[in-house]
């Protein structure tokens, strides 16, 4: 999936302007898709344009510049459904979170702790912002989306908070990493 089948998804909802669909694709229930920033929205809404998946319109405001109003048209709802039917790709999972625990011994304890401690605030956060989203929607698709991105933060925020002590025991060197492997050993 790709920057301008986002686009067309979001118009799909209804109206907006470029920075909506940018503000929509980062921090609203569109985050969790494709990755897309200005520089790539504003040339994929010309794109569409040019092809007749969508149109503008200019909307004056009081004391402000004109904004861009982009609509989706019935050509632009017929590639959606195309792309939608396309096999998607495997999602992609990076994490520098990852990385830095894998390296953990090189960091100590404390670091370490404190790293944990911060991607447990950041699964909290996920889960109350898409709580409010599952709260607004009404949906049945768009519910069990959401859901299963809930699904997914909870079990990750679960792991941390149980086997954190493992993290934190290897990267602190001559630590017992697994509390049941010292009490076997005694």
């Not at 999602?91 to 304890?109: H, K, M, N, Q, Y």
């Amino acid at each position: 999936m790709n920057v301008r089948t986002l686009c067309l998804s979001i118009l799909y909802s209804g109206d907006a302007t470029g920075y909506e669909i940018r503000k929509a694709s980062t921090e609203g229930k569109y985050a969790y898709f494709v990755d897309a920033s200005f520089g790539a929205i504003y040339p994929a809404l010309a794109r569409l344009e040019t092809d007749g998946r969508v149109t503008s319109r200019e909307e004056v405001q009081p004391g402000k510049p004109a904004r861009k109003i982009y609509s989706i048209t019935d050509a632009g709802r017929r590639e959606l459904v195309d792309a939608l039917r396309e096999a998607p790709s495997e999602d992609i999972f990076r994490s520098e979170f990852l990385l830095v625990a894998t390296f953990a011994p090189l960091l100590g304890g404390d670091h370490i702790a404190h790293m944990i401690d911060d991607r447990i605030a950041w699964f909290e956060a996920e889960i109350e912002k898409l709580d409010s989203f599952l709260d607004r929607c009404e949906e049945p698709a768009s519910r069990w989306t959401i859901e299963y991105g809930l699904n997914c933060c909870r079990t990750g925020l679960d792991y941390l908070r149980r086997r954190r002590h493992l993290l934190e025991d290897a990267a602190n060197p001559g630590k017992v990493a697994d509390p049941e492997i010292a009490a076997a050993a005694e």
